[in-house]
């Protein structure tokens, strides 16, 4: 998907940088779909602190890891664990299924685009020619 990357407008980054009860994050962006000057407020807000320098005297510390996709009405929240050797496997597996999913995604909807384009331009034309 980095042919979207010319779109994304990016949150401050706050790599490395410490925050208030949460440490270092490894990733820390919130990025607005939508291109400047089209409604609404679309975002994806990706969380995945850094527990590097962690230590925990209960054990192995558990990161914060979030994923929210939001629209001016409606958002989503996934969340991500990675306790055990299963919990790992299915967070990845997760991420992997979305993104196969809008990879599918997104070539449906360029031919679909690409379709409407070619019937509203011949559309015109029939149009332009009475």
Not at 21 to 34: F, I, K, P
Not at 101 to 107: E, W
Not at 109 to 130: I, N, Q
Request: charged share 30%; glycine share 8%.
């Amino acid at each position: 998907m980095s042919y979207l990357a010319q779109y994304v407008q990016r949150a401050p980054q706050l790599f490395g940088r410490r925050r208030k009860g949460h440490g270092a994050a490894r990733v820390d962006e919130r990025l607005m779909l939508n291109l400047p000057g089209f409604h609404g407020d679309a975002f994806v807000r990706v969380f995945v602190q850094d527990t590097s320098g962690h230590t925990n005297r209960r054990g192995t510390p558990e990161p914060r890891v979030r994923l929210r996709i939001g629209d001016c009405s409606n958002e989503i929240s996934l969340w991500f664990e990675v306790d055990s050797p299963g919990d790992r496997a299915n967070s990845l597996h997760k991420v992997d299924t979305l993104i196969g999913a809008l990879h599918r995604f997104r070539d449906a909807l360029a031919a679909e685009a690409d379709l409407h384009a070619t019937r509203s331009s011949r559309k015109e034309d029939r149009t332009c020619r009475t």
